[in-house]
C-alpha cells in the first residue's frame, strides 16, 4: 500500500514518520519548500521540532502529482484546507481511496465535520471511504516516538483495520470505532476547552480550576455532541476525554498556549495580531457558539470563550459569570 501524506507541518511530518518506521510506503507533499527540502536534505523539519532527527528514509515533495495512484492518502492540512485541497486531489486520484482526516474541527462556512467535507468533495467511485486518525497526540511527542494511543474512526469497519494496523507499533497503538459523530465532535470541541484552560492558567488559576474546567467541559462536549447523534461513551475515550485531557494540561498545545496569552495580558487583542500557529479552536468556537444558539444548546465554557475571541469581553469577567451563574445539580 501507498500513501501519500498531504501536508509538511508537525502532524503530518510525524505522522509520515510512523509509517516510514513501519517500513511502509510513504510520501509527503507540501506546499512550503523550506519543510520539504529540510525534510529531504537535513532530515529534520526545524520549523516544528528543531534539532529533532527524522528517519533518514523519509522523502518529501512540492509535486502534487504523488497523489496519482495512492492507496491511501493522509490529508494533515488545517481544517480551512481541507476543503481546497480536496478538489485539488479529487481528479488525480485514480482508483477507490482510503482518505484519512486528521483535522480537528468544521468547514468554516457549512459548519460540516471534517468526514462530511471530504465525501462531499471526492467523488464516490474515487473514495473507499474516510478513516478519522484522531485522539490525544502532540506531534512534538509522536515524532520522538513518546507512547501515544488514538482512534482509527470509519463508517468502514474494513478500512479502520487497514489504517489500525498500518500505523500501529510499538509507541503508536492504534484503537478502532466508528462513531464518526461524537468522536469528530469531540476532538474539535476540546480545542475551545483547551483555549479556556489557559485563559484560566493565564489567569492565575491553578489545579482546582483546571479540574472544574475539564469536568464541566467534558459535560459540555457530551451534549452538543448527543444532540447531532453522537453516543455518551464515545466521550469517555480517546476521542472525547482523552484528547481533552491532553489540550487542556499540555505545554505542547497551540490552542492552551493561545488561550494563556490571552488569560495572561487579559486581552485577545495581540495574539490576534501576531498569531502565526494553527489554532482551530478559534474558528471553532465560532461555529459552536453560531450552531449551539441555532439549536438551544447549553454550551457556557463555550460560550464564554466565543465572548472574548469575538465580543471584545475581558477574560477575567468571563471566570466570574461562570461562577456566579444560577446554582444548579451537577447532572
Ligand atoms: N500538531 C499536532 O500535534 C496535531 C494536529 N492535529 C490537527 O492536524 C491539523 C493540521 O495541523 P498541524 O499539522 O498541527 O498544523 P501545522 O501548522 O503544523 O502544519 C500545517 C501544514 O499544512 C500546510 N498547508 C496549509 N494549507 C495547505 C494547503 N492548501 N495545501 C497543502 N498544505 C497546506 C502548511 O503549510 P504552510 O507552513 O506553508 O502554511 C503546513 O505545512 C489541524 O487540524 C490540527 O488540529 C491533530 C492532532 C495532533
Ligand atoms: O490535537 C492536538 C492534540 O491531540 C493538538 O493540539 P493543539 O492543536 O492545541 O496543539
Not at 468544521?106 to 467535507?117: G, L, Y
Amino acid at each position: 500500500m501507498r500513501t501519500v501524506v498531504i501536508g509538511s507541518g508537525s502532524w503530518g511530518t510525524a505522522l509520515a514518520q510512523v509509517l516510514q518506521d513501519n517500513h511502509q510506503k510513504v510520501m509527503v507533499y507540501g506546499v512550503a519548500e523550506n519543510e520539504v527540502n529540510d525534510i529531504n536534505e537535513n532530515h529534520k523539519n526545524s520549523k516544528y521540532f528543531g534539532d529533532v532527527e527524522l528517519n533518514p528514509e523519509l522523502k518529501a515533495t512540492t509535486d502534487i502529482e504523488c497523489v496519482k495512484g495512492a492507496d491511501i492518502v493522509l490529508l494533515a492540512v488545517p481544517t480551512i484546507a481541507i476543503d481546497p485541497i480536496c478538489h485539488q486531489i479529487n481528479d488525480l486520484l485514480e482508483k477507490k481511496t482510503i482518505i484519512i482526516n486528521v483535522s480537528k474541527g468544521f468547514h468554516p462556512e457549512t459548519n460540516e465535520r471534517m468526514s462530511q467535507v471530504i465525501r462531499r468533495c471526492i467523488d464516490e467511485d474515487k473514495l473507499s471511504s474516510v478513516v478519522s486518525l484522531i485522539g490525544p497526540s502532540h506531534a512534538e511527542e509522536v515524532v520522538i516516538r513518546l507512547l501515544t494511543t488514538i482512534d482509527a474512526i470509519s463508517l468502514k469497519n474494513e478500512d479502520a483495520l487497514t489504517v489500525q494496523n498500518l500505523f500501529s507499533n510499538q509507541y503508536l497503538r492504534i484503537y478502532t470505532g466508528n462513531d464518526e459523530i461524537g468522536s469528530e465532535l469531540g476532538v474539535a470541541i476540546k480545542n475551545v476547552m483547551a483555549i479556556a484552560s489557559g485563559i484560566l492558567s493565564g489567569l492565575g488559576y491553578q489545579d482546582n480550576t483546571r479540574a472544574a474546567l475539564i469536568t464541566r467541559g467534558l459535560q459540555e462536549m457530551i451534549r452538543y455532541g448527543v444532540h447531532f447523534g453522537g453516543q455518551q461513551k464515545t466521550f469517555m475515550g480517546l476521542t472525547g476525554i482523552g484528547d481533552l485531557i491532553v489540550t487542556c494540561t499540555s505545554v505542547h498545545s497551540r490552542n492552551f498556549e493561545a488561550g494563556y496569552q490571552i488569560g495572561k495580558e487579559n486581552s485577545v487583542e495581540n495574539f490576534f495580531k501576531n498569531n502565526t500557529k494553527t489554532v482551530e479552536g478559534v474558528r471553532t468556537a465560532k461555529i459552536v457558539h453560531r450552531v449551539a444558539t441555532e439549536n438551544g444548546i447549553d454550551m457556557p465554557i463555550c460560550e464564554e470563550v466565543y465572548q472574548i475571541l469575538y465580543n471584545g469581553k475581558l477574560p477575567s469577567d468571563c471566570a466570574q459569570d461562570l461562577m456566579i451563574r444560577d446554582l444548579k445539580k451537577e447532572f
